[in-house]
């Protein structure tokens, strides 16, 4: 019998000590041994709880408890699960969480401190919820040079953008729905912000080029200001909007990463994961694209992959499992401004023609979104630019500006 520590009792921890209850044979059978709870860690009461006797307020119960090897931290943000994972650790237990906040912020000292001790430091319910993800790029994958990883890493933003795309839904309707169904964050802004899908994109870029990519270092916008009219224009287009996060090894060695709503063509695969799915494309040198796809957030897709990493852990009690990157200063990320996109701009005008006119001007080529049958798209201009540097688009935007043609929306093409 292996005796472990859960952190944490809301939608995570909950479907955790769920599963490891009502799976306790399917995982006896996958381990050859029991996996006790021994202690829960919650600063809230649960009296009618079946394992109420389990429950604790004081982490040195934890800590101190030399039969507990493997703890589990699914609290959420940093405070005080840094301190907490960083003593479980440091005393050589072996720590498993969903917390990507932590992980994109403090993963490279944290693995650092796991390395120093003999212990492991998991965190595959961090990325993509019940998908797995981490152990593929850290060890499926390996024999791979990776170039690209490409996603749709936020299941409340996708649910949302959903809702807006088929069903004509409000934002505000969409995002209370997705609070309702437990998919958003305590606080939502972490989501329809991108800050969410940052962190996310952060620790696979730490993952698969081998230093720590900071969240602070990556350009990051959310879906606030998507509004029903891009959504057209992307259909008139041929494609969605999705909020994807992405990160390029160029050749020159820069990580280009970015986290930001766009337009996808719809034979793309990433165009058709809808509602709360995530969809994760991994771009490998020998084994071309691979695509994961599957729930990304909720209580038991995401408990589950927290239950796979206990049980690896276990699995791993006298071993170290290879999971490791450096830390770094963030000067191999490409400044955003140097970053080659085509872009959709959509711009008020009282002249459509002459804007028209100045746009090709601008930028060359251009692919009009002609919704001129639409009464509500009287007064403006919709247009596709081919490829380059954000800083000659952001230079020709205002240009048009100044030309009283003004941008309302711009949105990158995702190359997908
Ligand atoms: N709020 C997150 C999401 C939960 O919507 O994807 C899973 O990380």
């Known amino acids: 019998m292996v005796s472990v520590a859960i952190m944490g009792h809301g939608v995570v921890g ?5 599963i490891l209850t009502t799976h306790k044979n399917k995982l006896f059978n996958s381990l ?8 829960i860690l919650d600063l809230r009461d649960f009296p009618n709880h079946p394992l ?3 429950f604790t307020k004081n982490f040195d119960d934890i800590l101190n ?5 493997v703890v589990v931290e699914v609290m959420g943000g ?3 699960a840094y301190e907490y994972v960083k003593a479980c650790l440091a005393s050589g237990k072996s720590v498993v969480t969903s917390n990507k906040e932590l992980v994109a912020t403090n993963g490279a000292e944290l693995l650092q401190i796991a390395k120093d001790n003999n212990a492991n430091f998991l965190f595959e319910a961090s990325v993509g919820g019940g998908i797995p993800i981490i152990r593929p790029i850290n060890q499926c994958l390996v024999a791979n040079n990776v170039s690209e990883i490409a996603g749709i890493l936020n299941g409340t933003t996708n649910f949302i953008l959903t809702k807006m795309i088929e069903d004509g839904m409000d934002f505000k309707d969409a995002l209370k729905l997705a609070q309702e169904l437990g998919y958003a964050e305590r606080n939502p802004e972490a989501d329809i912000e991108g800050h969410d899908a940052c962190r996310k994109i952060c620790i696979l870029a730490s993952l698969a080029f081998g230093k720590h990519i900071y969240p602070n270092a990556v350009l990051t916008q959310g879906i606030t200001n998507i509004t029903l009219k891009d959504v057209e224009y992307a259909r008139i287009w041929g494609g969605v909007i999705k909020l994807i996060g992405s990160v390029k090894k160029l050749p020159n060695k820069k990580i280009d990463i970015i986290v930001a709503p766009m337009f996808i063509p719809i034979k793309s695969q990433l165009a058709n994961i ?3 799915f995530n969809g994760i494309m991994v771009r490998g040198d020998c084994t071309g694209d691979v695509v994961f796809y599957g729930k990304g957030a909720g209580k038991l897709p995401t408990a589950s992959a927290v239950v796979a990493d206990i049980v690896d ?3 791993h009690l006298k071993t170290r499992k290879y999971l ?3 830390d770094s200063d963030n000067s191999s990320v490409l400044d955003y401004k140097e970053s080659v996109t085509a872009m959709y701009i959509r711009a008020n005008t009282e002249d459509k023609d002459l804007a028209y006119n100045k746009a090709k001007e601008l930028f060359g080529d251009i692919h009009i979104l002609d919704n001129t049958g639409s009464e509500s798209q009287k007064g403006e201009i919709a247009f596709v630019i081919e490829p380059m540097k954000y800083a000659d688009i952001a230079a020709k935007i205002a240009v048009l500006e100044n030309e009283n043609i003004c941008v309302q929306s711009q949105i990158r093409i995702g190359d997908l």
């Open 324 to 326: 490791y990157w450096v």
């Open 32 to 39: 050859g041994e029991e996996i006790y709870i021994k202690y």
């Open 65 to 69: 408890d030399r039969e507990i090897r």
């Open 274 to 276: 809808d509602d709360v």
């Open 78 to 80: 940093i405070h005080p």
């Open 14 to 18: 909950s479907g955790v000590s769920e």
């Open 313 to 315: 852990s276990i699995k």
């Open 52 to 54: 109420k006797d389990r």
